[in-house]
């Protein structure tokens, strides 16, 4: 019998990509949500802050993998919290309740963008948020770990490096921390099919770049994740090419975005 996968956030970039390459790979049961039905895409719909509903779609899934986020974080006590701190809550309750058995967490690499670009980390390393995305991220990641402890609802978090609305990177920075579609897709396979008896894990989710932030190499042993691009490649053809490569390097692993969030990418 397949597994039956909920992925919230599915009209997202993340969710989008990673709802068509696990529908498209033949090995789920996909159950794509989003706050509004799209019958085109298969989306389903579902508000992360409507209990019963939520309740109603996590029946019989197995695993879910969180990708719905509110984007706006200028208003954090309107916005942010109501939709991603409890609406993540209300979440891990019904998986709790359910009976799921594990939850994939789209976090960030924004929840550590306060170390300088030189210090070599690792996800067990303290949080450094460099901005109240980073910190929703952080407490989600907590969420997440408490839920594994107590309940036994086996939580991953993942760090998710750039990931370009053109699945592609736009500068020296986002190329360090490059993460493409197929990899993305791959990476949450492995994730979803890691062994039962992992309860709790933490990692950064990029490609195989060079002058990566993190070192992925052990998750190849550790969950079978094997990426297969670099974001060097497509910043090398950039730059041969002409094109013009955004300016957000920083000491800090956050970049530009310590100063504002840019639209048009994640990471």
């Known amino acids: 019998m397949k597994r039956k996968v909920l992925i919230t956030g599915a009209a997202g970039r993340v969710g989008g990509c990673l ?10 049961d996909i159950v794509a949500a989003d706050l509004k039905a ?26 879910v993998v969180h990708c719905a986020w509110m984007k ?20 891990y309750e019904a998986a709790r309740l359910n009976g799921v058995r594990r939850i994939m967490f789209a976090s960030s690499n924004h929840a ?27 407490y989600i990641e907590l969420l997440g770990r408490l839920y594994a402890d107590k309940y036994g ?26 993460i493409s ?35 992925i190499g052990y998750l190849k042993e550790l969950i079978g994740y094997h990426p297969q691009d670099n974001g060097a490649e ?5 730059e041969a090419s002409g094109q013009p490569l955004r300016q957000d390097e920083t000491e800090y692993q956050g ?3 310590l100063n504002k969030r840019q639209p048009m990418e994640r990471g």
């Not at 298969?42 to 899934?61: C, K, M, N, P, S």
């Not at 706006?72 to 979440?91: I, M, Q, R, S």
């Not at 609802?153 to 986002?174: E, L």
């Open 234 to 238: 497509w910043l090398h053809e950039a």
């Open 112 to 138: 550590t963008g306060f170390y300088k670009r030189g210090e070599r980390i690792g996800p067990d390393d303290p949080y450094r948020p460099d901005s109240f995305y980073g910190l929703s991220k952080c």
């Open 72 to 91: 706006d974080e200028e208003d954090f006590l309107g916005k942010v919290l109501p939709v991603n701190v409890t609406g993540a809550y209300h979440l």
């Open 19 to 28: 709802a068509a390459g696990l529908r498209d790979n033949g090995r789920y």
């Open 181 to 215: 579609c197929r990899d993305l897709v791959h990476l949450a396979e492995c994730c979803i099919e890691a062994d039962d008896h992992m309860k709790f894990l933490s990692l950064y989710g990029t490609s195989a770049n060079e002058e990566n932030y993190y070192d």
């Open 38 to 63: 799209n019958a085109d895409r298969g989306i389903t719909a579902l508000d992360v802050t409507d209990v019963v509903r939520l309740r109603e779609v996590t029946r019989g899934v197995d695993t």
């Open 153 to 178: 609802v086996s939580s991953f978090n993942v760090r998710i490096g750039n990931f370009a609305g053109d699945n592609r990177p736009h500068s020296q920075r986002s190329a360090r921390i490059y």
């Open 255 to 257: 970049g530009g975005s």
